[in-house]
């Protein structure tokens, strides 16, 4: 049964979602199968495309929203929501 | 002049040759791609003419296919004009093994090779990672 899940996590001040940490992100992203976008600045990413992620621009403090979708989209929102804030 | 700039081989990851008409651009590459993506993923440079001038050496280009091809395979990407024409005269040389272990990546290198470099680091297949590196020619900066 596929599922959707969205939650906001904040990146922490001092941290912008620049290449290393933004790897950090997508690595975890992409250990789930549904379809993850990561939103910010009114901008919508991938949330497992390096690139894409990157070119959201968000820098330290900036709220993310997380959508997800498919068996594991709680799981999936529920671990990202979780590294967003701990992110280095 | 070292080629091989993290560890390679047998560790599950699929690796990436970069080839470049510059060793620096394709040294620093590596170091940069394997910052950002950790150091489970192979990744070999080569840059430069035999003589160590800027150009492409064929015979190395050759070697580090056939070496990539015997591990858990590879993504090939290169930065323009004799670097790809070396690429595929190795192709041309070699088996059919082999070159099913390796994917040549149609993409920009630096912003090709960052996005293979991590997807590479997720587990991918040398396709998936050839994938994301398709999308740099696509993916807005600003």
Known sequence: MSTSSEQHATLPDDVA?????AATFVREASQFGGEIVVAANGKRANAKSILEVLALGATG???LTLT??????????DRLVALVPRLD | MADVTTEGGANGFVGLVLVSHSPSIAEGLAELAAQVAGPSVPIVAIGGAAD?????????VLDALRKAAAGQGAVVLMDLGSSVLSVRAAQAELSAEELERLVIADAPLV???????????TGASPQEIAAAAREARSVNKL
């Open chain 2, 111 to 121: 912003e090709g090779t960052i996005a293979a470099a991590v997807t590479a680091s």
């Open chain 1, 17 to 21: 979602l620049h290449a290393r940490p």
């Open chain 2, 52 to 60: 160590g001038s800027l150009g492409t050496d064929g015979g190395k």
């Open chain 1, 68 to 77: 997800a979708s498919g068996d594991d989209a709680t799981a999936a929102v």
């Open chain 1, 61 to 63: 403090g900036t709220e």
